[in-house]
Nanobody, 122 residues
Framework: QVRLVESGGGSVQPGGSLRLTCTAS????????MGWYRQAPGKQPELDAA???????KYVDSAVGRFTISRDSTENRMYLQMDSLKVWDTAVYYC????????????????WGQGTQVIVSS
């Protein structure tokens, strides 16, 4: 059974940085990618970045140049380094497993962690 645990959230001032970690277990070879999503209050989850098991990466425009996604397959961990944080980055961040195909990421249904809260405020 897939289990995903996010950590690393917190409260920072605008311009600050955070590094999120997703620890995965039970992920089978059915999936070749992982992604980071954010969910702001009252909104649907939105993809920030995804990474394939071969290291290909995809970012939404708002994350380009500020966020860096990476993974350590030996430890079944994925990271999101978030720099130059802005107030509108405030959200709960979730990791997900899915499939990365032709520069698109397709999240698997039902495989989400509990999320980690990021608050960016002065």
């Amino acid at each position: 059974q897939v289990r995903l645990v996010e950590s690393g959230g917190g409260s920072v001032q605008p311009g600050g940085s955070l590094r999120l970690t997703c620890t995965a277990s039970g992920v089978t070879s059915d999936y070749n990618g992982m992604g980071w999503y954010r969910q702001a209050p009252g909104k649907q989850p939105e993809l920030d970045a995804a990474i394939s098991n071969t290291g290909n990466t995809k970012y939404v425009d708002s994350a380009v140049g500020r966020f860096t996604i990476s993974r350590d397959s030996t430890e079944n961990r994925m990271y999101l380094q978030m720099d130059s944080l802005k107030v509108w980055d405030t959200a709960v961040y979730y990791c997900n497993v899915g499939n990365y195909y032709e520069d698109n990421y397709y999240p698997a249904a039902g495989y989400w962690g509990q999320g980690t809260q990021v608050i960016v405020s002065s």
